[in-house]
């Protein structure tokens, strides 16, 4: 077994593999902007959401309380 020659390279085998190893790179760059962005826009919503209908107010009364001492 150890004395089979070993199998040939193709000879551009560096070249494609640094040309896939940085395609990946720059999809993952774009996968994390996009995340970020996507989570600075969710962000954004929110504290939009927050401002617009205050939901740390309590609501007003359905009803009006009933009055004692009459």
Known sequence: MLDVPPA???AD???RATD??????RR???LHRAGWL???AAAVAFAV???VVEP????PAETTPEIEGW
Not at 56 to 59: C, F, G, L, N, R
């Open 56 to 59: 740390w107010t309590v609501p």
């Open 49 to 51: 959401w927050a401002a």
């Open 38 to 40: 996507l989570l600075l």
């Open 28 to 30: 993952r760059r774009a």
């Open 20 to 25: 896939r190893g940085l395609r990946l790179l």
């Open 8 to 10: 040939p390279v193709p």
């Open 13 to 15: 085998l560096v070249a």
